[in-house]
């Protein structure tokens, strides 16, 4: 299954997560002690294991296409979760990209996503379909992965393990998230807020703060701008 994208209108954004950002406190304090993300589980793969990190030619240590999780498994609540991806490349050197989910235990591919990209470099926000065939069972583990076709015939692919996981009603909250190390939704409530006030800066410092967290250590893409990138289209 392959579906392709459009970008967002920045209407489009403000108006689904406007209220949720409003509201929202800040729940992660440079005061505080950071939830250590490490793991015992099975690495990720937060950059291209083998030489090539970009399509753009040569290629610094710290500025590769990167997935922004833990060096290790990476938790969800959510049964269509969002991953967030560090893109380093202008759009003339991508020719698409794709977001592959697949069962961990059968090895079998669940669904592909292609879509364009236009707004890079930058961090992008890519979601996961919501169509009830697709859905994360809890308690299961799946793989993901991130790959960029590059205009030169290469590609470079980064991703990990994720498993959903439940949690109790009391805790279902932006605190209870944290302290239970559920991963993809503090980073996405935090990367929303981010990318509704990009200058804000205490804002700014949560996101550098969880991304410099034990067990992530992506500190040096905390000032890495955070784009538009796209929406699901039915072929």
């Known amino acids: 299954m392959i579906k392709y994208f459009k970008k967002y209108s920045c209407l489009a954004i403000a108006f689904t997560i406007l209220s949720s950002i409003v509201s929202a406190t800040i729940f992660v304090r440079a005061d505080e002690q950071i939830v250590d993300f490490s793991g015992t589980g099975r690495p990720n793969e937060q950059t291209d294991g083998g030489s090539r990190g970009n399509c753009g030619g040569a290629i610094a240590s710290n500025d590769q296409l990167t997935a922004l999780v833990p060096q290790t498994m990476s938790l969800t609540v959510s049964e269509a979760p969002t991953f967030w991806v560090y893109i380093p490349d202008d ?8 977001l592959i989910l697949q069962d961990e235990i059968a090895e079998r ?35 993901w992965y991130f790959k960029v076709k590059c205009t030169g015939g290469n590609q470079v692919a980064v991703g990990g393990l994720i498993e959903r996981v439940t949690l109790p009603p009391s805790a279902q909250n932006n605190r209870g998230y944290l302290d239970n190390k559920i991963w993809h939704e503090i980073l996405t409530e935090v990367g929303n807020r981010l990318r509704l006030s990009p200058d804000n800066s205490v ?18 893409l905390g000032d890495r701008p955070l784009v538009a990138c796209c929406e699901m289209e039915e072929e």
């Not at 700014?204 to 040096?220: F, I, S």
């Open 91 to 98: 759009p003339k050197n991508l020719e698409y990209s794709e």
């Open 109 to 143: 591919p669940i669904y592909r996503i292609r879509y364009q990209l236009e707004n890079t470099p930058g961090v992008v926000r890519v979601n996961a379909p919501s169509d009830r065939e697709y859905q994360l069972e809890p308690q299961k583990l799946y793989r």
């Open 203 to 220: 804002i700014r410092e949560e996101w550098k703060l969880l991304l410099n967290a034990p067990g992530v250590n992506l500190n040096h």
